[in-house]
């Protein structure tokens, strides 16, 4: 094997650096350019908490936070039942949570492509058909037979259940309405 070579030979084996063009061509669209001009400051709406539609979120959240914490707090794996509650429970909690940051930050005005009442209308739709199953799922479950010490938490899970759902009517009602007069403009 052979040493490597003096550090001066190496030097001089390298080739000389290539000059670098000092001119840079950039380009933007329109879309890239109304998006970095519409997104330098975040809305805050006040007002959407006041409204029924964002008391009827708030209110989602709180009682589905219920509904899977109490059933958590159990065996609930033990009973297929329950496990399907909790994937709807935590599902609907974890989307509504991300609307109402949505309508908050009014970021739904940033993104006009997406049409947002029928997003709503499908969202609260489909949330209040599978929360009304899990209910009903939830109340035909809960029997002292299974399990007694979790008896109350599965009730009390039950009860709210039917609370998120009947709330998840309203605001699929609200969507409907909002979205029938966005289709007859």
Known sequence: MEPPPPPEEQQQQQPPPRPRSHTVTTTSSSFTANLSAS?????????FLRTLPGLLMVTEIVLGLLVWTLIAGTEYFLYPAFGWVMFVAVFYWVLTV??????MTMTYTRIPQVPWTTVGLCFNGSA????????IVDASSVT???????Y??????SFF???VTSCYAGNTYFS?????SRTLQ
């Open 39 to 47: 997104s330098s400051t975040l809305a805050y709406d006040r007002e």
């Open 161 to 163: 259940a039917f609370m």
């Open 98 to 103: 991300f609307f109402l940051i949505i309508y």
């Open 128 to 135: 209040f058909i599978l929360y009304l199953i899990a209910a």
């Open 144 to 150: 002292k037979e299974l399990d007694s010490h979790n």
């Open 176 to 180: 409907f309405i909002s979205w029938r």
């Open 152 to 157: 109350n938490s599965w009730a009390a899970s």
